[in-house]
């Protein structure tokens, strides 16, 4: 076959192929067109999950009559003149192909009427024919109606899924730039019924609206800036994320975009918090000069590339793991939002209360009381009682629980989860710092061993020693251990040489010691952490309190479980109805 330019309806639907994946695709494209344009009330109309049509009003700048032919045609647009514009853009358009590949690919009629225009004007294309605009009746603004979407690629369509699948695809585009445009109302109907009805509002009330009351109530609020970027939203508190990896919201200067890099800062930033299996939720708006952001990546414009990627996951990376490791003393004001009264609200014993455990921002809104002067006569009975935060040990219930006495009441702490938080937390403190104390045994105690295991440590004897283990081959098959790190003291050597070999086993010294590091220390954490049924002292007690104080992350244990619990005196007495 001879070569061949092809002709421009063609080359519009080949363009299409990336754009306009399906109606969700369509529909992001004329939305964002919406918002370039300014508008504050966007009215969505779907039929049959979108296929059947879409119709979006808008009352933004709106189109001139000479150039409504022109939005229709491909490589033309009013947003970028030059290299230098496209390298700076802030519009979320800039190709000047959306429209032109919609309607290519559909019947397309749109209407629009500028400001200045005394009425507005329509064109209609179908399947990349266009007709000469027509005069026609609008207030200022932009409808753009698009039908029978695919009705001339039957190879596309027959990609396309159930009705309920395209919708919910649909609405879900609809939520995102909702997320990311709070002044902007939006309504979004689906054959003839309303489903979603958003006023201009605050970015906060905006995100409870659009992801629900639990989504901002198990969220810490994040705010931060370094250089030119800040990011700021809400992350999910450990203690309430799940497995699915739905709720991750990410828009980077107001875009909406899917990135390898954030996901990967945001994972990093839970990874001592959070079970592996878990994945944290999260709402951020990233905001970077546009210059430092290459958006013109893919014609979807979901994916981006940042000129200083390091830099940016750096930033993200440790304004989040900051926020996850306030320790229990600090971090009083890192949850504005969330108000000292809800914890109170929820009646205990709930069946949700279990599994809705007191983080340590939202316990420490119970502190902030004893700070503020002003709400110091609610709390008088509080303000009499001084006790650190986590307060003086009362008594061991079932050789599982601490049971504490503070100023809002009682607290509860799983010793062993809490115990292991603060070993971890010792062991990686110390192991950063380069000593590592090391307990001698007083009888070294020797273990047999497999040949394979015996032969992978024995070049790395030295740098187990760095963390505390002093070991040595005895024979072939037999480890002796003469030492190990001293605050695992307590635990039993076999045991913990065990694990150790375990994972040298399945990961290799090199890899344990450098990227598994913190998963092996806190394999040796749980070994070294008090177990269940052992009897504590009440000083033993109040010393686990005060180590918790003192400990980054220690409202989790290093699986991502909750490590106390505080029932509040206002909570006891409602249970016990005193005071009605
Ligand atoms: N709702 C609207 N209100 C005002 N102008 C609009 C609207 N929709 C489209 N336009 C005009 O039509 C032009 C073409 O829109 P189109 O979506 O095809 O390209 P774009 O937004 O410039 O770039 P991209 O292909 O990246 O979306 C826009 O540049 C804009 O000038
Ligand atoms: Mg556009």
């Not at 009003?57 to 970028?80: F, M, P, V, W, Y």
């Not at 893919?298 to 994916?303: D, G, S």
């Not at 603060?422 to 110390?430: D, H, Q």
């Not at 686990?544 to 290093?558: D, F, I």
Request: net charge neutral; hydrophobic share 45%; proline share 5%.
């Amino acid at each position: 076959m001879a070569i061949r330019v092809l002709p421009d309806v063609l080359i519009s639907q080949i363009a299409a192929g990336e754009v306009v994946e399906r109606p969700a695709a369509a529909l992001k494209e004329i939305l964002e067109n919406s918002l370039d344009a300014g508008a504050a009330d966007i009215q969505i109309e779907l039929e049959q999950g979108g296929v059947k049509r879409i119709r979006v009003s808008d009352n933004g700048a709106g189109i001139q009559r000479d150039e409504l032919l022109l939005a229709l045609t491909r490589h033309a647009t009013s947003k970028i003149a030059s290299l230098a514009d496209l390298e700076q853009v802030a519009s979320l358009g800039f190709r000047g192909e959306a429209l032109a590949s919609i309607a290519a690919i559909a019947r397309v009629q749109l209407t629009s009427r500028s400001a200045e225009a005394d009425h507005a004007w329509r064109v209609q294309a179908e399947g990349g024919h266009l007709d000469a605009p027509v005069p026609a009746a609008r207030a200022t603004g932009t409808t753009i109606d698009i039908q029978d979407l695919f009705f001339n690629t039957p190879a596309r369509r027959k990609f396309l899924k159930t009705e309920a699948t395209e919708y919910a695809h649909c609405a879900e585009t609809v939520r995102r730039l909702a997320l990311a445009n709070p002044g902007t109302a939006f309504t979004l109907s689906h054959n003839g019924r309303v489903q979603l009805r958003l006023n201009a509002e605050s970015a906060a009330t905006r995100v409870r609206q659009v992801l629900g009351e639990a989504f901002e109530h198990n969220t810490i609020a994040v705010d931060a800036a370094a250089g030119s970027l800040r990011v700021s939203g809400w992350v999910i508190r450990p203690g309430a994320a799940t497995a699915s990896r739905e709720g991750q919201h990410v828009f980077v200067n107001g875009r909406y975009v899917r990135d390898k890099l954030i996901v990967h800062a945001l994972k990093e930033a839970y990874r001592d918090v959070l079970h592996h299996q878990l994945n944290p939720a999260y709402c951020l708006f990233i905001s970077v000069p546009p210059d430092g952001v290459d958006v013109n990546v893919h014609p979807a414009k979901t994916e981006i590339r940042f000129r200083d990627s390091r830099g940016v996951h750096q930033f993200l990376f440790h304004a989040v793991e900051r926020l996850l490791s306030a320790p229990v003393e600090a971090g009083a004001t890192a949850a504005p939002e969330t108000s000292a009264a809800m914890p109170q609200a929820r009646p205990y014993g709930a069946p949700q209360q279990t599994s809705m455990p007191l983080a340590v921002n939202e316990a420490m809104a119970f502190y902030a009381p004893l700070a503020s002067p002003a709400a110091a006569p609610r709390m008088p009975a509080a303000a009499a009682y001084d006790a650190p935060p986590l307060g003086y040990a009362l008594a061991q219930l079932h050789g599982i629980y601490v049971l504490a006495q503070n100023a809002q009441g009682l607290v509860l702490v799983d010793m062993h989860a809490a115990h292991e938080r603060v070993v971890y937390e010792k062991l990686k403190a110390a192991l950063d710092a380069r000593a590592v104390p090391a307990q001698a045994l007083l009888i070294p105690v020797t273990l047999t061993v497999d040949a394979r295991d015996a032969a992978e440590i024995s070049p790395y004897l030295d740098r187990l020693r760095d963390i505390g283990f002093d070991l040595s081959i005895t024979s072939p098959t037999s480890v002796a251990v003469r030492a190990v790190p001293w605050l695992l003291k307590d635990a039993d050597p076999v045991e913990l040489t065990r694990a150790v070999l375990h994972e040298v086993a399945e990961f290799g010294v090199a890899r344990l010691l450098a990227e598994r590091r913190n998963e092996l220390l806190a394999t040796l954490a749980c070994h070294g952490a008090v177990r269940a049924n052992r009897r504590l002292s009440v000083p033993e007690m109040n010393a686990l309190l005060r180590e918790m104080e003192a400990t980054e992350r220690a409202g989790q244990c290093n699986h991502g479980r909750p490590t106390w619990f505080q029932i509040s005196l206002q909570e006891l007495d409602a249970r016990f109805m005193r005071g009605r």
